[in-house]
């Protein structure tokens, strides 16, 4: 069994709305391995956000505990959580979030910004890597209104890459694009993922989910199902698959 | 950015038509004859009757010379003897003064001439019989437009050519008519009117500043103490005063500049930050998802406090140098077109410049501190 990235334990959170505890996550544990493509789906109210919050680090939980590539994120404070986030989480985003009228290059070395360790040479050297990466590396100058939908994902999960983090964590990463586009999103992600990167995706898509080598459905604050992926297709093939006449 | 802009400007263009007026303001009430000190004989009592000081004659022309010689801080000395009497041409008469002086009197009392010539030392030496008119001499002697440089009056039985014309001056703070005037060598006035030859009503002397004029004044005591061979027991037997009254004027006047001048760049500079904090909390509005995404990927609080920071200084400063060009050119504007004074000095444009940095990160602070404390999850879910 390879590295354990990421280890939940009975995970429990609560937030207080007015009088009334609301219990969007009700005890989970679960953990994934290096290299590992996991989706979390479950419909809306499933507290698939809240769990995702906490994984990205951005939120911390009531109870339980979780351990981000063996840290303790329970015990942290709020800037050494934003040195997590810088370090070992990519993220990527549903409305992609990139800073308008800034450059694909430089968005993508935002993160280095934030990490003292590279100078502005090393930041380029590595923004185009990981541009290259995405296939993108001729756009780098182009502005993310000069580029298309599936291309400014693309940039996104460059910018998730820059740092080299041990999991990329998107959220609904594909909710914005059309089938196709999606498709080549996934492929991307798949590609990634066979280098080795560990990948957990949120999603409400099956179809999406699909793709990935594990699922894991919540339901009401709690795990309802995790299954290993039997039949995992590949989104090269599917893409392949989509008829021509989509285009026209 | 606006704001500013705006703030600054006013605050450059203000100062600098402030302290243009201020400093015209000045030059004119100095022009009143501000460093002016004049000494007279001082009133004393004779067998127990109270007697005014111009009745007494204790100034000499030795004393002039000795103040010339001897006192630090003087430009100017000039003796001072006068007669009252009929000035007469032709059909036309006019009840006036006739001042004897000396030729330093035209600068001591900020007097210049229209036309004509001053009278020179030798006319003193000689007593010639020349004379400078005012313009109310010259409008009650003379037909409108008739040119007096040249022509002889008379003032009682001695006639007097006229070499001179001064200008206008008009009336002084007490109402008294300033060009009601005609001068002449103090010697001519001695020997040839009043027939008085020793003693002067008063001396006149300029200091060269106002700052210098009362150190002046106390060396000027002392050498007509000497002179006047005064022992330490006896009172003065003259009086030196300074125009006193005309000095407090001109300070309180340009001490009351100053503080309108200051609360009016107060008020500009703190509308122009109230800008920046405005623009600020938009700023940090708008980008609410910019910052939850900086967040994201690792941004800790300072570093967006830094970011927000340094773009209000930024604004600031740049809004500072648009404003300083925008109120040098306004300033320039107003003396082109409206003629008055303007003084654009360093300081209020390093002063603002200044103050706007300095307004940049006060106002700048409390957005910058909003966006640091944002919550990163609702910073990215907002819309």
Redesign the interface.
């Known amino acids: 069994m390879s590295k354990i990235i990421l280890d939940i334990q009975n995970l429990k959170r609560e937030f207080l709305m007015g009088e009334e505890t609301v219990r969007a996550l009700r005890g989970i544990s679960f953990s994934v391995s290096a290299g590992e493509f996991v989706t979390i789906m479950g419909s809306s109210g499933s507290g698939k956000t809240t769990l995702l919050?906490i994984l990205?680090c951005?939120?911390k939980p009531s109870e339980g505990d979780y351990l981000l590539d063996g840290v303790n994120v329970k015990k942290l404070s709020?800037?050494e959580l934003?040195?997590l986030?810088?370090?070992k989480i990519g993220?990527v985003?549903q409305a992609y979030?990139l800073?308008p009228r800034t450059s694909a290059l430089e968005n993508v070395e935002?993160?280095l910004f934030?990490?003292k360790q590279f100078n502005s040479d090393q930041r380029r050297e590595k923004g185009m890597k990981a541009l290259e990466a995405v296939k993108l590396s001729n756009r780098a100058d182009h502005t993310p209104n000069q580029l298309s939908g599936g291309q400014q994902q693309r940039v996104a999960i460059a910018?998730a890459l820059i740092?080299d983090p041990v999991m990329i964590l998107a959220d609904e990463a594909t909710g914005n694009l059309d089938t196709r586009t999606s498709y080549e999103i996934m492929a991307l992600m798949q590609e990634l993922n066979e280098k080795g990167k560990t990948i957990v995706f949120v999603t409400h898509e099956p179809d999406i989910a699909s793709f990935s080598s594990r699922t894991i459905i919540l339901k009401d604050g709690r795990i309802l199902k995790d299954s290993l992926n039997e039949n995992k297709r590949s989104a090269k093939e599917a893409l392949e698959a989509l008829p021509v006449s989509d285009d026209q | 950015m606006l704001g500013i802009i705006i703030g600054v400007a006013a605050v450059i263009a203000m100062m600098a038509i402030g302290q243009g007026s201020k400093q015209s303001i000045q030059t004119s009430l100095s022009g009143m004859g501000s460093n002016m000190i004049n000494i007279m004989p001082k009133g004393n009592e004779m067998g127990g009757v109270r007697i005014g000081g111009s009745s007494f004659q204790t100034l000499t022309m030795l004393d002039v010379r000795a103040i010339q010689r001897d006192a630090v801080g003087i430009d100017g000395i000039s003796p001072l003897v006068s007669s009252s009497g009929q000035a007469i041409k032709a059909a036309k008469n006019w009840p006036t003064t006739i001042t004897g002086v000396s030729t330093d009197y035209l600068h001591i009392r900020q007097l210049t001439l229209q036309d004509g010539i001053m009278f020179s030392e030798t006319d003193i030496l000689t007593s010639a019989k020349v004379c400078l008119l005012g313009k109310t001499v010259i409008d009650n002697l003379f037909a409108n437009g008739e040119n007096p440089i040249g022509q002889y009056i008379r003032f009682n039985q001695t006639p007097f050519q006229v070499i001179g014309i001064l200008t206008p001056k008009g009336q002084s703070n007490f109402g008294q008519d300033q060009d009601d005037i005609i001068l002449t060598p103090y010697t001519t006035v001695q020997n040839r009117i009043t027939a008085s030859t020793i003693y002067l009503q008063s001396i006149l002397v300029s200091a060269v500043s106002l700052a210098a004029s009362d150190s002046a004044t106390a060396g000027i005591k002392t050498i007509l103490r000497e002179t006047h061979r005064l022992r330490p027991d006896e009172d003065d037997d003259f009086d030196v005063r300074t125009q006193a009254e005309l000095i407090t004027m001109i300070s309180s006047t340009s001490s009351m500049m100053t503080v309108l001048l200051t609360s009016i760049a107060g008020i500009s500079l703190l509308i122009g930050g109230i800008g920046i904090m405005n623009i600020m909390y938009v700023s940090v509005t708008e980008r609410t998802?910019?910052i939850?995404?900086?967040?994201?990927?690792?941004?800790?609080?300072?570093?967006i406090l830094m970011q927000f920071l340094i773009e209000a200084i930024m604004i600031s400063i740049t809004g500072g140098l648009i404003g300083v060009l925008l109120g040098i050119l306004a300033s320039q504007f107003v003396a082109l077109f409206i003629h008055w004074p303007i003084l654009i000095s360093e300081s209020s444009i390093v002063l603002s410049f200044f103050v706007c940095g300095i307004t940049g990160i006060f106002f700048g602070y409390y957005p910058a501190l909003k966006a640091s404390k944002l919550d990163?999850?609702e910073a990215?879910r907002y819309e």
């Open positions: 919050n990205g951005l939120d709020r800037n934003a040195g986030r810088n370090t993220f985003f979030n800073l935002l993160p934030y990490n910018r740092n | 998802r910019e939850g995404l900086r967040m994201s990927i690792g941004a800790r609080g300072i570093d990163p999850i990215l």
